[in-house]
C-alpha cells in the first residue's frame, strides 16, 4: 500500500515542482511598450479616481497613495503598498514599462506574479494611452518615505509562483472586450468603464473556490469575504427587473442615493465617495447607458 502510494505522490510531486518551475515563464503578457505614448498629469489624476486606486492605496490620514490599507480576504490580509514615487519605500525605482507591466500583466518589478486582490483582471483593459496618463499623476504625488506592512497572509500564498499558475489558469491578458460595432460612443465608453478602470465587476460579478471571476455569470451579484456582504446584480436583466431607470441610476451612482431613498453604505459607498461621485457627467452617463444597454 505505501509502496503504492509513493508510487503516486512522487511522481506528482514532481510535476508540481516542475510546474512551479517554469510558471512564470509561461505566464501569458500582452504587449506594456508606453515608447511612443506622452502621459498627460490631468487625464491621469482623473484617471486615478476613475480607477479608485485611493480605496487600497491611501490609509485614512496617511499621506496619498502610501499604503498602508488593510485588505481583508479569505486568504488573509494584505496591505496595498506605496505607490508614491519613493526610492525605497515607494515605486520611485520602477520604470514606465514596469508600471505598465503591473498594470496590464499584473507583474511586478522583478517579473513576480502579482496578486488579484490587485484588480489588474480588470486593468488589463486599460488603453496605453491611460496608463501612460496615471504614470505622469503619480509622478506629481508628494513622496512617502513610509513603508506599507508585507501582507498576513496563509504563508502558502506567500510563494508567488503559486500566484504564476494562478495566472496561466485564471488570466489572459489583452482579451480585448467582446466588441459591440453597432453601438454607441457612450455605450463603449461605459462598457471601457465598467471591465476597466471602474472594475465594477471586482465586486459584483461572482468568484470561483480560487478566487477567479465567473465571467459566465457577469455582475450578476456575490458577497464579499470574509464578512460576507451582500452585493447586487447590475447585469442590464437585474436592473430591469428591479424597475431602474436611467436617471436613477445615475443619481444612485453619483450620489449613492437608491430610489426608495436608502442610501447606500458599505463598501459601495466607499465606490461612490472615492470615486464615483467625482467623475464626470459623461462618465456617469455613459456607465448608465452601459448597464442599461441602451
Ligand atoms: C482593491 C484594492 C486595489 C485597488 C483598487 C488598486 N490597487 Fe494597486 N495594489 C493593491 C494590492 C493589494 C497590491 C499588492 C499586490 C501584490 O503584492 O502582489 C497592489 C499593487 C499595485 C502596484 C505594484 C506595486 C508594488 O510595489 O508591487 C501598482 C503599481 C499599483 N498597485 C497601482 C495601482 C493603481 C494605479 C491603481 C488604480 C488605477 C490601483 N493600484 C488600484 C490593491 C489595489
Ligand atoms: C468594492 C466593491 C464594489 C465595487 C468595486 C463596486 N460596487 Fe457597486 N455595490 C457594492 C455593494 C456592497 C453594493 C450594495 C450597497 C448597498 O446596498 O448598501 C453595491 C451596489 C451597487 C448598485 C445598486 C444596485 C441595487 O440594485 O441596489 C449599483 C447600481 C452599483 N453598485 C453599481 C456599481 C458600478 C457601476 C460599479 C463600478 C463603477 C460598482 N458598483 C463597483 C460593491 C461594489
Keep these: 500500500m505505501l509502496k503504492r502510494l509513493t508510487l503516486i505522490a512522487v511522481p506528482a510531486a514532481l510535476l508540481v515542482l516542475s510546474a512551479l518551475m517554469v510558471a512564470p515563464s509561461l505566464t501569458p503578457r500582452q504587449d506594456a511598450d508606453l515608447a511612443n ?3 498627460d498629469r490631468a487625464r491621469g489624476a482623473y484617471l486615478l479616481k476613475l480607477g479608485g486606486c485611493a480605496a487600497c492605496h491611501t490609509a485614512e490620514g496617511a499621506a496619498p497613495f502610501a ?6 480576504t479569505q ?5 496595498g503598498p506605496n505607490i508614491t514615487p519613493d526610492e525605497t519605500a515607494g515605486i520611485g525605482g520602477w520604470s514606465r514599462e514596469d508600471f505598465a507591466n503591473a498594470m496590464l500583466n499584473g507583474k511586478g518589478q522583478h517579473g513576480e506574479s502579482l496578486y488579484p486582490v490587485f484588480p489588474y483582471t480588470s486593468y488589463q483593459h486599460l488603453s496605453l494611452q491611460d496608463v501612460a496618463d496615471m504614470w505622469s499623476a503619480l ?3 508628494t513622496p512617502s518615505a513610509t513603508p506599507s506592512k508585507p501582507h498576513e497572509i496563509n504563508p502558502f500564498f506567500l510563494n508567488r509562483r503559486y ?12 482579451s480585448a472586450l ?3 460595432p453597432a453601438k454607441s460612443d457612450a455605450w463603449l465608453r461605459g462598457q471601457y468603464i465598467v471591465n476597466g478602470p471602474g472594475h465594477c465587476g471586482e465586486c459584483h460579478t461572482p468568484r470561483n473556490g480560487f478566487g477567479a471571476r465567473d465571467e459566465k455569470r457577469h455582475l450578476a451579484g456575490s458577497v464579499l469575504p470574509p464578512d460576507n456582504e451582500k452585493v447586487p446584480a447590475i447585469s442590464t436583466a437585474a436592473l430591469m427587473q428591479n424597475g431602474w431607470t436611467k436617471e436613477d441610476l445615475i443619481w444612485a451612482l453619483q450620489i ?10 458599505g463598501s459601495m459607498g ?12 459623461e462618465d456617469i452617463g455613459a456607465i448608465a447607458t452601459y448597464l442599461l444597454n441602451e
Excluded: H, Y
Excluded at 500566484?163 to 489583452?174: D, T
Excluded at 449613492?256 to 453604505?265: C, S
Design 139 to 141: 509622478q506629481e504625488v
Design 67 to 72: 499604503g498602508g490599507v488593510a485588505l481583508k
Design 75 to 79: 486568504f488573509g490580509t494584505f496591505f
Design 256 to 265: 449613492g442615493l437608491l430610489p426608495d431613498g436608502d442610501v447606500m453604505g
Design 270 to 281: 466607499e465606490v461612490i465617495d472615492g470615486s464615483l461621485s467625482q467623475l464626470t457627467d
Design 37 to 39: 505614448v506622452a502621459g
Design 178 to 180: 467582446a466588441e459591440r
Design 163 to 174: 500566484m504564476a499558475i494562478w495566472q496561466i489558469l485564471f488570466f489572459s491578458p489583452g
